[in-house]
Structure formats: C-alpha cells, structure tokens
C-alpha cells in the first residue's frame, strides 16, 4: 500500500508540473489537457524504448539506422492525394519550396554553398517553430529565466539543430517520405509519414504541429518513438541536474549537447 502511495504522489505530481509547463499556451482547458497527454505520452513511450533496447540489441541496431536527418526528411515528402488537410497540405508546400531551390543549376556547387545554404534555411525555419521547440526543450526551467536568457537559449537550440541538421537537406540519397495519417483536434496536428531508405527499410517519421495564427508550425518531430523534443530534454536536465543554467549554455555555445542523430 506505502509503495502504491507513493507511486501516485509521484505520478500526480509529475502531471502537476507538466500542466504548470503548458498552461501558458493556452486558457482553453481541453487543449492544455490534449498537449498534457501528449508530453506524457512521449515520457512513457521513451522510457519504454529505452528498457527495451538494453535487452533487445537486433532492435536497437535497427533503430539505430534511421538517416539522422529529423529536420531534412521534409524535403523527401511525396505528394499523396488520399491525405489531405491544412497541416499536410503545408508541409507540402515547403517541401515544394525546397526542392526547387535543390534544383535551381544557379545554386548548384560549392562556389553557391553559402547562397543555396541560406535559401534552405529560410525555407525550413518558414515550417519549423525553433523557439516553441526550444521552450518545450528547456521544460520548467524556461520559466525561470529572463527574457534575455530565453532569447538566447532559442538562438543556442536553433543554432544546435542548424548544426545537425541542416546540411542533411543537401545529401540526399533516395530516402522517401510518404504521408500516412493526419489527426487534428483544435490547434494541434500530428502528421505520421513513413520514411523509406534504398534498402526498402521503413521507419516511423512524425510531424507535431501547432497553429500559430493559421500557420501549421513543426514543434516537434518523432523518429521511430523517439522525441526530438524530449531527447533534448533529458540531455538538458542531466546538466541542470549537475550544474547551473549559464553551465547549460556554455555547453550548448561549446557544442558538448549531441544532437539525437545516428548513421545511416
């Protein structure tokens, strides 16, 4: 019974301080409860993974090979006429966008490498929603800090995925993303593609969306069961758990944060 007890007390009191995280978002009641669900959802789903894979190394490997490419794979997207909605229909368009500038003979070459770099980058940061993703990254923590200190931490965490990411956009190698399911409820979207490598390997590619004044923004992408938000998190929170906050950004400013990436 003492161990059922305490099981409780922490269970609520971790959906205490996730509300508390959240409430900012919105007054609506409904929609601070649905982003609730699906932070915790997110924390279960990722510890599960992580006790499997300790004991499951064929899995491990296999989840191990998806093209570190969280942010990139937009641009692999096919278009699929049985999906449609406002959330997928604006993903398209950005990877529209950013297939014509892959395309474009003007920017093609290591001589137009910083043009055709700054193209991408404004094509994706169009779709991606970089400082709810760095608020939700930083967790309870963001509350604490300063205006300025935010700010600045929004500038490290898109600088990092920048780091990771961006140049994935530019090494292509036959990798296709094909929609496969749309969910709404009010101002939040998921969009569930599948991501298939040359081999013929699927694996699990998801995009969580929110609207921002009629802008379906990425605030976060899921690979195969695993959050980039929350893989941040969880890096974030060892540090704080060790050190300071100016210690977190000297880390981030020094790239010790590793982006939640593997090889092909």
Do not use: C, H
């Amino acid at each position: 019974m003492r161990a059922q007890a305490n099981t409780d007390s922490t269970l609520g009191d971790l959906v205490a301080a996730v509300t508390e995280e959240v409430k900012p978002l919105s007054g609506n009641k409904r929609r601070v409860n649905l982003l609730v669900s699906y932070i915790l959802q997110d924390l279960f789903i990722s510890s599960r993974v992580r006790f499997k894979n300790r004991f499951m190394d064929r899995r491990a490997v296999r989840r191990q090979k998806w093209p570190a490419v969280a942010l990139g794979t937009l641009l692999f997207v096919a278009p699929s006429p049985a999906l449609a909605g406002a959330p997928s229909d604006q993903l398209k368009q950005s990877v529209e966008k950013i297939q014509t500038i892959l395309a474009d003979p003007s920017l093609k070459g290591d001589a137009k490498s910083a043009s055709r770099r700054q193209k991408l980058k404004e094509a994706v940061y169009e779709r991606f929603a970089f400082d709810e993703m760095a608020r939700r990254s930083l967790g309870a923590q963001w509350q604490k800090r300063t205006p300025a200190e935010q700010q600045e931490f929004v500038r490290l965490f898109t600088d990092l995925l920048e780091g990771a990411y961006l140049s994935k956009l530019e090494e292509y190698s036959g990798e296709k993303v094909q929609f496969v399911n749309e969910r709404q409820e009010k101002d939040f979207a998921e969009v569930n593609t599948k991501l298939i490598n040359r081999k013929g390997e699927n694996f699990a590619l998801d995009y969580r969306l929110l609207n921002m004044n009629g802008e379906w923004k990425v605030t976060d992408v899921v690979i195969e069961n695993i959050s980039l938000v929350n893989n941040y998190r969880s890096q974030f929170n060892r540090v704080l758990a060790k050190s300071s906050f100016e210690e977190l950004v000297q880390a981030m400013k020094q790239k010790k944060i590793s982006a939640p990436v593997a090889s092909n």
